[in-house]
Each structure stands twice: as C-alpha cells, then as structure tokens.
C-alpha cells in the first residue's frame, strides 16, 4: 500500500496511542515500508479516522529516528520519536514494569524508579505536544491506554478548547494497589483531565471514582445512563464502562471462506486427525496464566483423561516485551514445562502439547480457531481479552466450546462460556473434562449464545457508542459554561 508524505495539517479527529497504526518494515533504500497492523484498536477508528480525515498519533517503532507524518493508504499518521533511553525508562520501565503489573493486581512485583517516571512524564508531554499541534480547533482526541495516562491534563493545559476522550485497555485497580505507586495523584489527575474516561468494565470505573474521591474531588454515582460524573476543578470528568469489542462480522466472512476453511481442515490434518483440537493463543505474558494451564494439561494427561493422538493439544504464544527479566523468565519457565509434558506423556510424532512461539497472520490464526473443539483462555487477570470474542466471532454454525477465566473482563458478557478460577488448576482441569462429556447440543447452544453477542457488540459499536458518550460530555460542558 502507497506511503506518502503529507503536510502536518491540524485535524478534527486526533487518535494519541503509544503505536501507530502502521508497522514499517526495513528495505533496501534504508526506508521503511509501512503496512497496516492488524489489531483490532485500527479497525475500529480507521472508518472514524477517514470519514473525518484525522490523524493517528503514535511511536513508529524504531529509536532514535525521526519520521516525518505521511499519509498511508489515505490514513494521515504523526510518528512521535523515542530515543533507545526512553523505550528502556518510559516503556519497557515505567509503562510496562511498572504499571502493567500494578494494574494486574501485582502478579509480579512492580518495580518503583524515579528515574523511570521522570521519563514517563517527559514522553507523555511529548506526545500531548503533538496532539496539541495536530487538533484543529474544538478538535476531538482520543487518547489510549496506561502508556498516556498523563497526556489528557497536560493536553487540556495546552488546548482547553479540544474535547477530550481517555481508554484503559487495561483494568483499573482498587486503591489500595493503585496507591501504592508514589505518583498515585499525578496520574489521577492526568486521567481526570479528560471529559470522559472510559473502561472495560463497571468495577474498572467504580475503582477509579473511589480513588478520585480519596484524592477530594465530589462523586455523582452513576444514573440510569450508568455515566458517573466526577468534579473536577469547576470542571465535570464523566466514566463508565465502554467493553471492548473484536469485528465480527469481517471475522466470521473469514472464518467462513473456502481459504480458511481449507486451511482449518489442513491444520486438523498436520495434527494427526485428532477427536479433539485444544487451542490456546496468547501474548507471552505472565497475565495470561500460561504456566497454571500447562498445569492442569499436565495432571490431564497424566491421568489419562488426555491421550496424546486423540486430543490434540496447541498453545500458540506472540513473543513480547522480550527485554524485560520476568518475561523472559516466563518463556524459559513455559518452556521447561512444555518439555516436561512432551516428555512424559508425548510419543514419537505425536506430542501432547504443540508449542508455537511466533506471531501468525490473520488468516492463519482464524482458520485455528476454526479447526479448535475446545478453547481455553484462562488469564490470571486481563482488562477484556479479545481472543476469546475472536474464537466466538469465527463460530457462526455453533460448533466449539469455550473455557473462560474469570478474571477476563470477557467473562461478563460472554455467558455461554464456562468459566473457571485460573488458579484452581484441579478444577481447570476437571472442567476441560466435562466440557468435553457435555452434549453436543449444550455447547452448541452456549456457542450460539457467544456468537450472537459478539456479533451484536461489535468494535464499531463499541466505538459509537464511546464517541457518542464523548460529545455528550463535551454538550454537557458548553451547557455549564466553562467550555
Ligand atoms: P492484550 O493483552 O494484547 O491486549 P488480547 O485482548 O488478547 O490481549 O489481544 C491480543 C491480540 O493479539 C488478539 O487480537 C489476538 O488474536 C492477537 N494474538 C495473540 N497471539 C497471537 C499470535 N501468536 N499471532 C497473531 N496474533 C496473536 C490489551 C489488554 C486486553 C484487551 C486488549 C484490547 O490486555 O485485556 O482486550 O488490550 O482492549
């Protein structure tokens, strides 16, 4: 697709999220080729972003390089730098050492760093710069994730007259974890700069309003619009829940075409032609809760209640935050485990676990879902977690079953799911086998249960329906006068 330079023109609509959403891949002429990625934040502002001809703010992925905006396939982009210092101290430190596992009810130990901080609030102001170039006068931002979380005040300083949207992708803690990090006040505040700000869940939005009222702004529980109002400085900051949604309908076409399809039956043949395919697809993070479901695999197959050959087992893991010591403490730990398992219960050319540590293209990972009997997503905690709507999206004919954890923010609106505690891995394990005793016409109804949600909540329904929340506040602003 065509890349090319285009003016820094300011805009209507303005996305701010750490990554852009293009990723550039090297050539030759030492300039990168750019090509859209995949996740599902694009697709949703992508038809917002053109009809309004914004603007995507966000770090191209390469240090200590600076890339003039340019247009992608009529998409405009803003690449903010980073130096190779600042991906160390602001995001693989602060945002991803930091508030990462504080935000995940601290599965691993977060690390505190002035230094790392300091970082973080120099890169937040960097981008809130941008942002402040590019929006057009009472522009729209929407501003993305625990990355920026400080970006939406210092916009408002900088730009009082541009309405402001905030997303956490991720939960929002109760205060007493969320207190814990010495700048508790600061990032509150940066978030309440916001006109409103969204989360996945109903209890992401309560923990944050209880923490706002311990920092002494007034609450208005909320209504029947389930919108909470925070006071702010003669100011109102609005909250709620927004729960992230995958699309379904361009996931299920897919899932449904002869490619996929073919592709599915072929999986199922490289397998063995296995009874029963068991898939797990994750980021290789230590939220996922990879080691504990390799637990109950292991006492599964030990007891003879798997069988190598008949049930096919795959897990397939994205590498991710390589640089950082406990995700690649994670990795070496998955894969002892995974060895173990094979080593024990596997036989010549029929493995128990097939193990998978790479990124996989869209078509290829739809048509293993589509092959897959029986998923299993089991986080130890994860703000929604959008693999398992993906798995739901790409069973329109209700075949498949769903293992779901709990702590998935999916799990409250997913209800043909069944749901276990990640961490009860003899229970993890006992329902692996029921499900797979259920009758066919129970997980066939609890399947078409999942695909009609995720059908009915799709990600451009999730996208209105923020968007239109977000210019109700910013109404409701201009009506209190102090626009
Ligand atoms: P993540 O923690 O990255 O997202 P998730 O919601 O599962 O978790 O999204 C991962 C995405 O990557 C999915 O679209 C999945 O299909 C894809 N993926 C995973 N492994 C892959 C592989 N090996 N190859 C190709 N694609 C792969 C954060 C929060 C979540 C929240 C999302 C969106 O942690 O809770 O749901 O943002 O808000």
């Not at 970082?119 to 729209?140: D, I, K, M």
């Amino acid at each position: 697709m065509q890349s090319v330079p285009c003016r820094p023109q300011r805009s209507d609509f303005v996305v701010v999220a750490n990554r852009l959403p293009v990723v550039g891949e090297p050539t030759e002429s030492g300039e990168p080729s750019w090509r859209r990625s995949p996740g599902g934040l694009v697709t949703a502002l992508e038809p917002v972003l053109r009809r309004a001809q914004g603007v995507w703010i966000g770090w191209a992925g390469e240090c200590d390089r600076r890339t003039a905006p340019f247009s992608h396939d009529g998409m405009r982009v803003h690449p903010v730098s980073l130096s190779a210092r600042e991906l160390a101290s602001y995001y693989e430190g602060f945002s991803n050492a930091t508030v990462w596992p504080l935000f995940h009810d601290t599965i691993v130990p977060p690390t505190l760093d002035r230094g790392w901080w300091q970082s973080y609030v120099q890169v937040n102001t960097r981008f809130a710069e941008a942002a402040a170039l590019a929006a057009a006068p009472g522009a729209t931002v929407w501003v993305h994730d625990y990355q920026l979380l400080l970006v939406p005040a210092m916009l408002r300083t900088l730009r009082p007259d541009v309405t402001i949207g905030f997303f956490l992708h991720i939960p929002f803690p109760p205060e007493e974890l969320f207190m814990q990090l010495p700048w508790w006040t600061e990032i509150i505040d940066g978030m309440l700069g916001a006109d409103l700000v969204g989360f996945q869940l109903p209890r992401d939005a309560e923990n944050f309003r209880r923490t706002a009222a311990i920092r002494g702004s007034a609450i208005d529980p909320p209504g029947a619009d389930a919108i909470g109002r925070i006071h702010v400085g003669g100011r109102v900051a609005w909250t709620g829940a927004f729960p992230v949604a995958v699309d379904a309908a361009g996931l299920t076409t897919l899932a449904t075409s002869a490619a996929v399809r073919g592709r599915a039956r072929r999986i199922r043949a490289e397998l063995g032609q296995p009874d029963t395919v068991i898939l797990s697809v994750d980021r290789l993070d230590y939220t996922k809760g990879i080691p504990e479901r390799l637990a109950a695999l292991d006492a599964l197959y030990k007891q003879g209640r798997l069988i190598p050959g008949r049930h096919a087992t795959v897990q397939i893991v994205t590498p991710s935050r390589e640089r950082i010591p406990q995700y690649r403490e994670l990795r070496r730990r998955i894969e002892i485990e995974v060895g173990h398992i094979n080593g024990a219960y596997g036989a010549l050319g029929r493995p128990a676990v097939h193990y998978l540590h790479r990124s996989v293209g869209r078509e290829e990972l739809a048509a293993f879902l589509v092959a897959t009997d029986l998923m299993l997503v089991t986080p130890l905690r994860d703000g929604m977690n959008l693999v398992a709507k993906e798995y739901a999206a790409c069973h329109p004919d209700a075949d498949g079953a769903l293992i779901l954890s709990e702590f998935a923010g999916a799990a409250a609106e997913l209800h043909g799911a069944y749901l276990v505690n990640p961490y009860d891995t003899d229970r993890l394990a006992s329902t692996v086998d029921a499900v797979l005793n259920d009758p066919v016409a129970q997980r066939s109804r609890r399947m078409d249960t999942m695909h009609r949600q995720v059908r009915r909540h799709d990600v451009h329904a999730w996208a209105r329906s923020y968007l239109g929340v977000l210019h109700r506040a910013r109404a409701g602003r201009t009506v209190l006068g102090v626009s």
